[in-house]
């Protein structure tokens, strides 16, 4: 089985100027597709779109089988919202059970809220639960139909972190072996849940590739930025382009590759220290631009460093849209 959808859409809001989604993509069986992109790039609406809530033109197909034109409810998808959309009136189970309205053959409520760790909230009303726990009623209720495809449009993002950690674990198990698209514009999430990792900005996917391809071989500046690379031009950074033997162009190189020691192959000093979780992320000014590494050392900002870069950077493939 595959899905594939190409499909085109502009969307007209007041005040505003038309948005576009042109966009391509196709996720095989039992794949998991993270669509991976800025705010306001389209990704919600490229998802909507390709679940049949928005009219478009081109095509969506599941199996070979044209989907496109058909309601959302008979697209054989399972769809969870951001904000849960659960229905406030009904209970858990009753909101698990819903999609008895339009399918035949459901899973067993109980039973797939017992798999999520949500089995003694079957009675329980959405207003009183957690964002946690709604949302894995969400899941559930999505889960519950059998769906040939599941579409999650960014169900961690309005969660606190401890929750959003043990959700995201759990979805990993959830969608080892489910066909699925993911929405998101989290770089951990989407390293945690994709298979593939389509990176879409201005309505369009501009790098489809593994984790590894696009975190690690960026096509483009706007790429590597999203993803958390140092986006270099190695005329702006000459110490760089001598330890990398580079006549040189734009680069990628991801701060993790760089280390900060007593000696190195560049010499640059200190501008910025942000604690992150066990770390120090460090902005270091070499020549004419800033880079940025991950270190534990202590340090003040001023003092000077020495940098190790690697050998093999990234050369990115386009100059253009350098901006995310």
Not at 66 to 86: C, H, I, M, N, W
Not at 214 to 223: A, Q, T
Request: charged share 25%; hydrophobic share 40%.
């Amino acid at each position: 089985m595959s899905f594939h959808a190409d499909v085109s859409a502009t969307f007209d809001a007041d005040g505003a100027e038309p948005f576009h989604v042109d966009a391509a993509f196709e996720v095989e069986r039992g794949e998991s597709l993270v669509i991976l992109g800025p705010s306001g790039s389209g990704k919600t609406l490229l998802l909507e779109t390709v679940a049949g809530f928005h009219s478009h033109d081109g095509l969506v197909t599941l199996d070979g089988q044209r989907v496109s034109g058909t309601p959302p409810e008979k697209r054989d998808f399972g769809f969870v919202f951001q904000d849960y959309a659960l229905f406030p009136h009904m209970t858990v189970r009753e909101n698990v059970a819903f999609g008895r309205k339009y399918h035949d053959d459901i899973r067993d409520p109980d039973t797939l809220l017992d798999e999520l760790g949500v089995g003694g909230l079957t009675n329980r009303y959405p207003p009183t639960l957690s964002g946690g726990e709604q949302q894995r009623v969400a899941l559930a209720r999505a889960l519950a139909v059998r769906p040939e495809v599941m579409l999650l449009d960014e169900p961690l993002a309005a969660l606190d972190v401890p929750t959003r950690q043990a959700l995201r674990d759990d979805l990993a198990d959830v969608l080892s072996d489910v066909t699925a698209v993911y929405v998101t514009h989290n770089r951990t999430t989407a390293r945690a849940l994709a298979d593939r990792i389509a990176v879409m900005n201005d309505g369009q996917v501009v790098q489809v590739g593994t984790p590894e391809d696009v975190f690690e071989r960026p096509d483009s500046p706007l790429v590597a930025r999203f993803t958390g690379s140092n986006v270099v031009d190695l005329d702006d950074a000459p110490s760089i382009r001598e330890a990398v033997d580079s006549g040189g162009g734009v680069v990628a190189i991801r701060p993790e590759s760089i280390t900060l020691g007593d000696d190195g192959d560049v010499r640059g000093t200190v501008e910025r220290i942000v604690r992150e979780d066990a770390t120090n992320r460090v902005t270091v000014a070499v020549d004419e631009t800033t880079v940025e590494v991950f270190t534990d050392r202590p340090l003040a900002v001023g003092d000077g460093v020495w940098l190790t870069v690697p050998d093999d950077v990234h050369v990115c493939r386009t100059h253009a849209a350098t901006s995310a």
